[in-house]
C-alpha cells in the first residue's frame, strides 16, 4: 500500500487510497465505518479511475459503430405496404334481361321467311270435269282405285304449260326424284286459275315409282307454285 493507493487484500489489485472496495473483484478494502481518503466530489479525478472510465465509454463508442456498420450490411426489410398488390375486387356480372320482341317483329315473322304460295295441291280418287276439281279427297292410293289432282292459284296460270317433279321419301327421310321436272310437263289454259289431272289407275304410278311417300311440286318456270304429299301403298 502505498500513500495513493490501496492494494486488494484478496486479488492484489491496486486501488484508489479512498476506495472501500476493490475495483477488480469487489473485496471490502476497509472496516465497516471506516472513511476513505480520498476526493470527496461526485466524479473521482484520480488516474485510475478516469482511465478505467474512458475505458468503459470507448467500449460503448465501439459497439455503437460496430453495431451501425452491420446494420448497413444488413438489407432492409421490404415495405409490405408497398410491394403487396393491392388485390382488386372481383366484378359479379349481372345477368342481362332478356329482351323480348317487339310487336312489329311478333306480327311480321322473321326477315327472309319463304313467302306464302300462290297456288293449292288437292289429291283425291276423282274429277270434275267441269271444274277440273277433284272428287273422294286422300292422299292414300292403292292399285286398282283412281289417282286424281287439281292445281288451283290465286291468279290465272299465265302460260300454257307447267311442270311437276316428283320425290319419293325413305323411311329414313332420303329424297329421290321419280319424275324430274322436265319430264313432267302438262298443258293448261293460260286463262285459267285451276287445272286437274287423272290416272285411272294408281297401280300405274306403282309400277314407276315404287310404293311409298311423295312430295309432288308444281312449278311455273322456275316459280313453285304449289306442293303437296301422297302415299302410294
Given at each position: 500500500m502505498s500513500g495513493d493507493t490501496i492494494e486488494?487484500?484478496?486479488?492484489?489489485?491496486?486501488?484508489?487510497?479512498?476506495?472501500?472496495?476493490?475495483?477488480?473483484?469487489?473485496?471490502?478494502?476497509?472496516?465497516?465505518?471506516?472513511p476513505a481518503g480520498g476526493p470527496r466530489?461526485?466524479?473521482?479525478?484520480?488516474?485510475?479511475?478516469?482511465?478505467?472510465?474512458g475505458g468503459t465509454l470507448g467500449a460503448i463508442v465501439l459497439a455503437i459503430g460496430l453495431g451501425l456498420f452491420l446494420s448497413k450490411l444488413i438489407p432492409p426489410a421490404p415495405n409490405v405496404a408497398t410491394e403487396t398488390a393491392t388485390p382488386?375486387?372481383?366484378?359479379?356480372?349481372?345477368?342481362?334481361?332478356?329482351v323480348a320482341p317487339s310487336p312489329?317483329?311478333?306480327?311480321?315473322?322473321?326477315?327472309?321467311?319463304?313467302?306464302?304460295?300462290?297456288?293449292?295441291?288437292?289429291f283425291g280418287t276423282g274429277l270434275n270435269s267441269t271444274t277440273r276439281e277433284v272428287t273422294g279427297v286422300t292422299t292414300t292410293f292403292r292399285a286398282g282405285v283412281a289417282f286424281a289432282h287439281s292445281i288451283k292459284l290465286t291468279e290465272p296460270f299465265g302460260v300454257s304449260t307447267i311442270q311437276e317433279e316428283v320425290t319419293r321419301?325413305?323411311?329414313?327421310?332420303?329424297?329421290?326424284?321419280?319424275?324430274?321436272?322436265?319430264?313432267?310437263?302438262?298443258?293448261?289454259?293460260?286463262?285459267?286459275?285451276?287445272?286437274?289431272?287423272?290416272?285411272?289407275?294408281?297401280?300405274?304410278?306403282?309400277q314407276g315409282w315404287g310404293p311409298g311417300n311423295f312430295i309432288m311440286?308444281?312449278?311455273?318456270?322456275?316459280?313453285?307454285?304449289?306442293?303437296?304429299?301422297?302415299?302410294?301403298?
Amino acid at each position: 500500500m502505498s500513500g495513493d493507493t490501496i492494494e486488494c487484500f484478496n486479488c492484489g489489485h491496486a486501488n484508489p487510497s479512498w476506495a472501500q472496495v476493490c475495483r477488480q473483484c469487489g473485496f471490502a478494502l476497509r472496516p465497516a465505518g471506516r472513511p476513505a481518503g480520498g476526493p470527496r466530489g461526485i466524479f473521482p479525478t484520480d488516474q485510475a479511475s478516469l482511465i478505467s472510465i474512458g475505458g468503459t465509454l470507448g467500449a460503448i463508442v465501439l459497439a455503437i459503430g460496430l453495431g451501425l456498420f452491420l446494420s448497413k450490411l444488413i438489407p432492409p426489410a421490404p415495405n409490405v405496404a408497398t410491394e403487396t398488390a393491392t388485390p382488386t375486387p372481383s366484378v359479379t356480372p349481372i345477368a342481362s334481361a332478356s329482351v323480348a320482341p317487339s310487336p312489329s317483329q311478333s306480327a311480321t315473322g322473321s326477315v327472309g321467311s319463304t313467302p306464302p304460295l300462290i297456288g293449292t295441291l288437292t289429291f283425291g280418287t276423282g274429277l270434275n270435269s267441269t271444274t277440273r276439281e277433284v272428287t273422294g279427297v286422300t292422299t292414300t292410293f292403292r292399285a286398282g282405285v283412281a289417282f286424281a289432282h287439281s292445281i288451283k292459284l290465286t291468279e290465272p296460270f299465265g302460260v300454257s304449260t307447267i311442270q311437276e317433279e316428283v320425290t319419293r321419301v325413305d323411311a329414313a327421310g332420303v329424297p329421290t326424284v321419280v319424275q324430274a321436272r322436265a319430264d313432267g310437263s302438262i298443258q293448261v289454259d293460260a286463262a285459267a286459275t285451276i287445272a286437274g289431272f287423272r290416272v285411272r289407275n294408281a297401280a300405274t304410278l306403282i309400277q314407276g315409282w315404287g310404293p311409298g311417300n311423295f312430295i309432288m311440286r308444281v312449278y311455273r318456270g322456275g316459280e313453285l307454285l304449289a306442293e303437296g304429299t301422297f302415299t302410294l301403298s
